[in-house]
């Protein structure tokens, strides 16, 4: 099973949307595919056409060791399960703060489904916090996705620094697959110039051991398309609700994408030379803004 945690610690920049369709489209390629919904606002599970009030347990469960993970999964779609939330879910990091070895308990709630799924995604909350090292442990890839406007790369350094500590302390294995830009509008001139800032400050890492020495921008960006903006509010992935439009286009190439390899097999690496915390600190340092 791939793990790939969606994460960028911004709201609103397409995780969900990008999860949501994603998991769809390879579901339909006919893959198996678990989605976890790991946002205590639970828009994943809203996207397709759960109500969180209905949940009694869900991510939230799982996470406190209260449910197994496979009985907390719902079959969402044809091949696509849910590991729904619900708001209960806010309460999980202030309980789990003095659990021991609380970064890994999704990890460990995911180890007996290795081989029951072929990919395995996890919609991030908008934050750093343990809900996220939990998602971080638990890859082996991370996507983040992104909107390119003005003040797109404030606190990508910071993300990336998070991602590199969990690699170095907790997790050997993981590795930022690729940014996948969102609400991309090709005739603005910012897009491109946020893209081409981007491409820098990703070659300044190439060659190096840093878990995105291998990260690319991915060819396929998502368009601003009004149909995806439309499509969770009936509960619908793009495939259900406009099946032609440029989301549903584009969201299918991404995921062939991810099928086809993309940069950063997951596992390629499993030994890593250990390096300094103090230096990776000062590694590239925070993107251009
Ligand atoms: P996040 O999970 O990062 O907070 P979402 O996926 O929920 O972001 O997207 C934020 C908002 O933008 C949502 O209302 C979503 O429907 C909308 N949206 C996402 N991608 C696009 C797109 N390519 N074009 C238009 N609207 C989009
Ligand atoms: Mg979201």
């Known amino acids: 099973m791939r793990t790939i945690a969606v994460l960028n610690q911004k709201g609103g920049v397409g995780k969900t949307t990008t999860v949501a369709n994603t998991a769809a489209a390879l579901a339909a390629m006919g893959s198996k595919v678990v989605a976890i919904d790991l946002d205590p606002q639970a828009h994943l599970t809203i996207h397709l056409g759960i109500e969180p009030q209905a949940i009694k347990s869900g991510s939230y469960g799982v996470l406190i060791n209260e449910a197994k993970f496979e009985q907390e999964i719902l079959l969402a779609r044809l091949n696509l399960w849910l590991l729904p939330a619900n708001i209960d879910l806010v309460g999980a990091e202030s309980e789990l ?3 021991v070895g609380r970064e890994t308990i999704l990890r460990e709630a995911i180890q007996p489904v290795q081989d029951k799924f072929d990919y395995c995604f ?3 909350a908008p934050s750093l916090g343990l809900l996220t090292l939990n998602a971080l442990a638990a890859a082996q890839e991370v996507l983040i996705p992104l ?6 790369l404030q606190g990508f350094g910071k993300l990336l620094q998070t991602i590199e500590l969990v690699n170095k302390r907790i997790n050997p294995v993981l590795k930022v697959e690729g940014i996948l830009l969102c609400m991309f509008d090709s005739r603005a001139s910012l897009p491109h110039e946020v893209k081409a800032d981007i491409e820098k400050f990703l070659n300044s890492a190439r060659g190096t051991n840093s878990a995105w020495a ?19 509010s009936y509960g619908k992935t793009i495939f259900e609700y406009e099946p032609t439009c440029h ?11 991810i099928r086809d390899g993309g ?6 690496e499993q030994e890593q030379p250990a390096i300094k915390v103090e230096s990776m600190l000062q590694g590239p340092g925070e993107a251009p803004q």
């Open 97 to 99: 703060v003095s659990v």
């Open 122 to 124: 996890i919609d991030c």
């Open 147 to 152: 909107q390119p406007h003005f003040l797109a």
């Open 214 to 232: 291998g990260a690319q921008i991915l060819p396929t960006s998502i368009r601003r398309n009004i149909k995806l903006a439309e499509a969770p």
């Open 247 to 257: 989301g549903a286009e584009d969201y299918k190439k991404v995921a062939e994408f």
């Open 263 to 268: 940069p950063a097999l997951c596992g390629a």
